[in-house]
Nanobody, 123 residues
């Protein structure tokens, strides 16, 4: 059974940084991708970033976070990280990680989801 557990959310000031973690279990190979999504109150869910666990390793970033967010993967820990820098008030949202046996791409679809972690950016 695939399980995803997010951690690292919290309250941060505008311009600050946070690192989110997504620990995956239940995958029997590295042929999967992990993605981060976020959903702000009253808004639709937005794809933020994704990364392939295997090789060749691709990554993707939404235009809204390019240059400020960085995604990485530690295969030894089966954990993906989302380093968020220069956070803006618009970054306030529930952040979810998702995974599936797909390749990282802008419109990949994921079956497995974590419970979410809250990020609040204060001005």
């Amino acid at each position: 059974e695939v399980q995803l557990v997010e951690s690292g959310g919290g309250l941060v000031q505008v311009g600050g940084s946070l690192r989110l973690s997504c620990a995956a279990s239940g995958f029997t190979s590295d042929a999967y991708a992990i993605a981060w999504f976020r959903q702000a109150p009253g808004k639709e869910r937005e794809g933020v970033s994704c990364i392939d666990a295997g090789w060749p390793r691709r990554s993707f970033y939404a235009d809204s976070v390019k240059g400020r967010f960085s995604i990485s993967m530690d295969n030894a820990k089966n954990t993906a990280y989302l380093q968020m820098s220069r956070l803006e008030p618009e970054g306030t949202a529930e952040y979810y990680c998702a995974a599936d046996f797909v390749r990282c791409a802008e419109y990949s679809v994921y079956r497995y989801w974590g419970q979410g972690t809250q990020v609040a950016v204060s001005s």
